[in-house]
């Protein structure tokens, strides 16, 4: 297998759970070693993005509190205390290598909002042509649940994308995806290479070990590094704990678990539908027209709609279900909530009538859905 070549892009994402003691609080010298890594690794040419956790770790320590925070304002609040403490710890670290860093807190509105998004992306390509690796965070002191990634494992993949990196390396305290949770089966074993992100491998990542001070988990992981693949981007989930990970991971060593990149890569319209635009409802299809989505590549009709959620107008982006439940696409309607309860399950050719308008036979065109 071979390495990653110089002067290429790459994101490294660090777990909460890499980042601090068992007691939940952070590790000063844990995070030494790493920046060590990081700048080893940006020395040897690359240009490195670092996203970071462990703003609310730090504030639960600095208060003292026995245990996270569930309550949206207590989150904030020790995210807000805790932040300039996890970014001065990076600041004195690469200081030490006299390597200038640059903090930028994100939410999920940066990336849905286009203007945001594009502002964003420049500061990032700026401060990489300036020498500055970029830290980034969830802006968890503002962030609301209808604004929240909720992890960072996704804010990484979502990052990953945004700089149109080569690789997203995800640093936990595990060896990677394994087969069985290895703490109940003797007999897991970790699984170094995915070809493609299954149904199957979801199921082995909801039942490897979890992490105790971290909001994510190896479910996380593999949902991140399905929206890289799609994106175009490798992805490796690998042991932040073991010496000079990235070397070794960019020499393109068996360690960890590595996502390939999916060979047939959505453009930038349908990469933005399917992950950046924010979803506004629900439209639940029958088998029919599912067939006809995933097998045929062809539009969303009137026909097999079941039955809508939400609340939407035309130009909006909404998610599509089966009747198991199970998401199938995103995509751009053409028409509102109120339309679409009133023409589904029916012909194309009957819509005019009921609506007393013709502008679209479709309720959302091919060009304008992403499977998912």
Request: aromatic share 6%.
């Amino acid at each position: 297998m071979s390495g990653i070549k110089k002067r290429k892009r790459i994101v490294v994402k660090i777990g909460t759970n890499t980042l601090t003691r068992k007691d939940g609080s952070l590790n000063p010298e844990r995070i030494g070693v790493i920046v060590k890594d990081i700048v080893n690794t940006f020395k040897m040419g690359y240009e490195v993005i670092l996203v970071t956790s462990g703003a609310i770790a730090c504030g639960v320590s600095r208060l003292k509190l026995k245990k996270r925070p569930s309550e949206l304002p207590e989150k904030q609040a020790t995210a807000a205390i805790g932040q300039p403490l996890l970014m001065k710890v990076y600041e004195e670290h690469f200081s030490e290598y006299k390597i200038p860093v640059a903090q930028l807190l994100l939410t999920k509105e940066d990336f849905e909002n286009r203007k945001r998004y594009i502002n964003a992306r420049n500061t990032i390509f700026t401060l990489l042509k300036l020498g500055v690796i970029p830290v980034i965070n969830e802006n968890d002191t503002i962030s609301t649940e209808e604004i929240k990634f909720g992890d960072n494992d996704t804010l990484s993949a979502m990052v990953a994308i945004k700089a149109e990196a080569d690789i997203l390396i995800i640093l936990t305290d595990v060896d990677g995806l394994y087969t069985d949770d290895p703490n109940k089966n003797k007999n897991a074993v970790v699984i170094h290479e995915v070809k493609r992100i299954t149904h199957e491998i979801e199921s082995c990542a909801k039942c490897s070990p979890g992490s105790g001070f971290s909001t994510g988990g190896m479910f996380t992981k593999i949902k991140a590094a399905k929206i890289a693949a799609k994106s175009g981007v490798e992805t490796v989930i690998a042991n932040g704990f073991k010496s000079n990970i990235l070397q070794d991971i960019l020499s393109g060593a068996k360690i960890g678990t590595r996502f390939q990149k999916e060979e047939k890569t959505i453009d930038s319209k349908k990469r933005w539908i399917a992950f950046g635009a924010k979803v506004k409802g629900k439209i639940r299809i029958d088998s029919g027209a599912k067939d006809a989505l995933i097998k045929n590549s062809k539009s969303l009709l009137a026909s097999g709609i079941i039955a809508v959620e939400g609340k939407f107008d035309a130009g909006d982006s909404v998610a599509i279900y089966s009747t198991d439940g199970k998401e199938l696409a995103r995509g751009i309607v053409q028409f509102s909530k109120v339309e679409i309860e009133k023409i589904k399950g029916k012909k194309s050719s009957e819509i005019s009538k009921i609506l007393d308008k013709s502008d679209f036979l479709e309720v959302i065109h091919r060009d304008n859905l992403v499977l998912m």
